[in-house]
């Protein structure tokens, strides 16, 4: 398998920036995620790196070896679309075999090969179907079975899983995610759902715009996000913000919320103007105790949690929490926040101010 690097890496259509200098690393045998919402460039970035589109300008090394401006059959890997893009004149052993065929394998060895990732995939039993009348997970095995017959060095998935339903494509990711394991690929997958991201990833670079807003780690993306867009993308529900006018200082504490002071991470960094407190929903507390208050506005039940909404002096927030905790609608509670979670963002610019909780993930030393 392969190790990839892409080094500010840039794609232009005309005055039209669609990838803005990205880089990153992606590891041998990693299942890599390219996450983002619509237009943000993740599947330009693929098609980059795949060869299907030549980058306007940097980099792309495949094994240690520079391929920016080789084409797709040069680079050895394959691709997995999102509508399968199967020959519907062939059935599915013709389908799976037809890479191997082409490179012009011996016919016991080829028919060897078919046997084996048919195996893999669960797949014996329609080799001989036509392709035209599957279903589409079978269709989307088949896929992934013409890829995977080759054994390339990575495999480059553009939202492989977009055209089923809901129930099966979260039985698929799983599956994409133990055969991934089972071979020891280099994966790198293509979505905007960030529930499949940070299902199936090893790692997740997000974009915005044609910029790399974060690259890393799930847990790390989730609990300690580098941008305003990260936390509001990652969450179900999101991060919620609490938007003050004020200053911080390096080596701060805690914040002042119209009088109500917050604790939060040593601040490593002074910033002014519009600020944001960042917390997620699980880590908003009712507490009768604490000086920063709210008004409950909605509840929603989730069985073992629900979410509540609540109105605050700097917006509104949701907060997850136990269903056995009372909450009704117009009662005013007290709001406690876990301390060591807390995010500080720049409103402005949409940064987070580095903190003693987040610098080792942000890189800030």
Same mark, same amino acid.
């Given at each position: ?44 970035? %693929? #098609? ?7 980058? +306007? ?5 495949? $094994?240690?070896? *520079?391929?920016? @401006? ?105 599956? %994409? #995610? ?7 690929? +280099? ?5 905007? $759902?960030?529930? *499949?991201?940070? @299902? ?166």
């Amino acid at each position: 398998m392969a190790r990839i690097e892409i080094r500010n890496l840039r794609k232009e259509f005309g005055d039209f920036t669609a990838v803005q200098s990205s880089s990153f690393v992606i590891e041998d045998g990693e299942f890599f995620m390219l996450l983002g919402p619509s237009g943000c460039g993740k599947t330009t970035t %693929l #098609r980059m790196m795949a060869g299907l589109e030549l980058p +306007t300008s940097g980099e792309i090394f495949i $094994d240690n070896e *520079e391929v920016s @401006q080789k084409r797709a059959s040069e680079r050895d890997i394959a691709f997995v679309f999102q509508m399968f893009a199967l020959y519907p004149h062939m059935n599915v052993r013709k389908n799976i075999s037809y890479p191997l065929v082409s490179q012009g394998m011996k016919r016991a060895q080829v028919k060897e090969k078919v046997a084996e990732v048919s195996r893999i995939l669960g797949i014996e039993d329609i080799l001989d179907r036509p392709v035209s009348g599957l279903s589409g997970g079978d269709r989307q095995r088949v896929a992934l079975g013409r890829a995977i017959v080759r054994e390339p060095k990575a495999f480059f998935m553009d939202e492989p899983l977009g055209a089923l339903d809901a129930e099966f494509r979260e039985h698929m990711a799983h599956e %994409l #995610r133990s055969l991934h394991d089972r071979m020891g690929a +280099t994966t790198v997958y293509v979505t905007h $759902d960030q529930l *499949e991201a940070m @299902q199936m990833g090893d790692k997740i670079v997000v974009m915005n715009h044609g910029v790399v807003e974060q690259f890393g780690v799930p847990q790390d993306i989730y609990d300690w996000p580098a941008t305003m867009f990260v936390a509001d993308f990652i969450g179900s529900p999101p991060m919620n913000f609490l938007k003050f006018e004020g200053a911080v200082e390096k080596g701060g504490t805690s914040i002042d919320l119209g009088g109500a002071f917050v604790e939060v991470p040593r601040l490593l960094e002074d910033a002014r103007g519009q600020l944001a407190l960042g917390a997620r929903p699980e880590h908003i507390h009712f507490d009768d105790a604490a000086s920063y208050r709210g008004k409950i506005t909605a509840t929603e039940y989730l069985g073992t949690t629900q979410i509540v909404s609540v109105d605050t002096p700097h917006g509104a927030l949701k907060a997850r929490l136990s269903s056995e905790q009372p909450a009704r609608v117009g009662d005013a509670v007290g709001l406690r926040f876990d301390k060591r979670t807390l995010t500080v963002f720049d409103a402005g610019s949409g940064r987070a101010l580095f903190s003693e909780a987040n610098r080792e993930v942000l890189g800030h030393g």
